[in-house]
């Protein structure tokens, strides 16, 4: 009986300092999508006409393009009604599944949304398949020369995070096969920034903690050649989510980093509304569509690092750039360089 006396009363401080330390321009913190609804929870498309299925307060709401929102009703068997919005003449519509149960459309009157399988649906990295051999990619890199820069620019003084805040996880990807290409691009999974913007970090790391959360960083600075390497692996129509190597890269400056939230309590990274370095548009820090719990995430990691000197780059909600980025020349060396003092 002591113990769990101990434990409500751990339980209701943690309540206490979450909500006096969270960010006032956040609303309150959501419950999580009831589980039944999670199967629906998606992008639907019927020639060129997008409807995103979302979770909002334990409900299904459906988005047009438009931005035009409207409650959706479960009935029996798949089936549903509309509330309100666009579709509120029409009689309801209904749930396409296949054989293994998973939600494969939605049907409005006489027209089928085809739900749109973009990879990463089920939590797993998103893939694409390079355009040439990674090996001949990392050949060509290695010996090709980064833009020529003019200007003064200040003296880079790259650290390694964790050296700072030891609390602060990894998940370097580009050191595993677990990124899009599918293979190792870094020989040591490290995370080195210019010290301001390492400092900016672990500063929002200690922040998150009053309100049970951490930082976990996916990537940090990059060397130039592996960003040439993104670019030249990349499909043309997915080169949006990587950087121009003719121009460098913000992470080529030691300015950028990858990051996301973690669980105190369980040390499991949070769900976003996409998974890390997803190639589509629920990549955007603006994205309308996932849970409640999801978007509430996106957020309150934005909150916390924007506090701190960074901005959420436009594209991808998981890369936040350090204020002075545009300070600091592109970096060439590798990170065996950096640990011997180049």
């Known amino acids: 009986m002591k113990t769990r006396t101990i434990r409500n009363l751990f339980a209701a401080a943690f309540v206490f300092v979450f909500f006096a330390c969270a960010p006032k321009d956040l609303p309150p913190k959501p419950a999580s999508c009831p589980e039944h609804l999670l199967g629906f929870i998606g992008e639907y498309s019927h020639q060129g006409d997008t409807l995103y299925l979302l979770e909002n307060n334990q409900k299904l709401i459906l988005q047009t ?20 919005g666009k579709f509120s003449n029409e009689p309801g519509g209904s749930f396409e599944q296949n054989k293994a149960g998973v939600t494969t459309g939605l049907k409005v009157g006489s027209r ?3 739900k749109m399988f973009l990879g990463g649906e089920d939590g797993g990295t998103f893939r694409v398949t390079p355009l040439r051999p990674i090996a001949d990619l990392r050949r060509e890199a290695l010996i090709a020369s980064p833009p020529v ?41 490290r995370a080195f920034l210019q010290r301001p913007a390492a400092e900016g970090v672990v500063r929002a790391h200690r922040k998150l903690k ?4 951490g930082l976990l960083i996916h990537d ?12 030249d692996a990349t499909p043309e129509d997915k080169r949006l989510f990587v950087a121009d190597p003719s121009k460098g890269s913000r992470h080529n400056r030691g300015c950028a980093v990858d990051i996301t939230l973690y669980d105190l309590a369980t040390g499991d990274v949070v769900e976003m509304p996409s998974g890390y370095d997803e ?39 998981w890369h936040f750039d350090f204020q002075d980025w545009q300070k600091y020349p592109i970096g060439t060396l590798t990170f065996e360089q950096i640990e011997s003092g180049k």
Request: hydrophobic letters at 40%; zero cysteines.
């Open 149 to 189: 820069e003019n200007g003064q620019f200040l003296k880079p003084m790259l650290v390694e995070v964790i050296s700072l805040d030891s609390t602060i996880k990894l998940d370097i990807r580009y050191a595993s096969t677990n990124n899009f290409a599918s293979t190792p691009f870094y020989s040591q999974a």
């Open 279 to 317: 190639f589509s548009e629920r990549a955007y820090p603006h994205y309308p569509g996932g849970t409640s719990l999801q978007r509430w995430h996106r957020e309150l990691l934005k909150w916390a690092l924007e506090q701190e000197g960074f901005k959420v780059y436009e594209w991808e909600w």
């Open 65 to 84: 393009k438009n931005q035009e929102r409207f409650s959706l009703e479960l009935q029996t068997k798949g089936t549903f009604l509309f509330s309100s």
């Open 210 to 213: 009053s309100l049970g959360y």
């Open 112 to 114: 089928l949304f085809a």
């Open 220 to 231: 940090a600075y990059r060397p130039w050649y592996v960003t040439k390497m993104f670019w």
